[in-house]
């Protein structure tokens, strides 16, 4: 394997994936802080070639000007962001490729958390990293977007194959996974899946990066065909899947 991941766990509850290749030189996934890259980069022995941001929240950005001047990289994020992310030297949009770490990266816009939110897709790696867009059984809330908007770019994103490796942006799983269950509660997969997320965090451990068979089987935002969680929204079984991700969306800000 040609490129490995690492996980930074930084604030509250953000990861910054680093994208590591096997000569030493890493991209940055959305650095929040430029400190503990910094310092993971030195600890390792690693050469920043360049830092990926997937749209412009600052827990995704603060770090991005201290470690591009420092090591001098070209920085890659949506055009769309470009007027609140001066940083970005590499505008990207819809349908680019990055060829980085001798990988191609495939960009796609998935409007929805933000409008201008893109996520990088690694296809001869199965590895995906989707910001704050899809997370571990859940999904990010509409800041900017329409559930509409949501619901189409989670769409695109379940096209992947399963057994594609997702990093999101925080360690949400837990309280997700509650709400999951509370939509699904005979899903025996959501059932064994929240016992193993349980004891993972209760050692303290992330629970990302997550796959995308797995998301399909519990996250019941992949899964809104689902007549349970049509019934625990108290919506008829004929109600459209996008009408119910909206409802479910709606429970889910309120849960
Ligand atoms: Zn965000
Ligand atoms: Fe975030």
Known sequence: MPIKVELIPVLEDNYIPIIIAENGNCLIVDPALAKPV?????????????ILNTHHHWDHTDGIEGLK??????VFGPKYDLYRVPSITNPLVNGDKLDLLNCTFEILE????????????VKSENLAFVGDTLFAMGCGRLFEGSPEQMYKSLNQLVLWPDS??????HEYTESNGQFALSMEPDNTDLQLRMKQVEQIRSKGRPTI???????KRTNPFLRVHSTEIKRNLGLSPETSNEATFTALRHAKDQF
């Open 38 to 50: 910094d310092d993971f980069v030195n600890q390792n022995g690693l050469k920043p070639i360049g």
């Open 69 to 74: 001047s420092k090591y001098k990289i070209e």
């Open 110 to 121: 998935v409007p929805g958390h933000t409008l201008g939110h893109i996520v990088y897709y």
């Open 164 to 169: 594609t490796t997702i990093y999101c942006a």
């Open 209 to 215: 990066p997550t796959q995308m068979g797995v998301e």
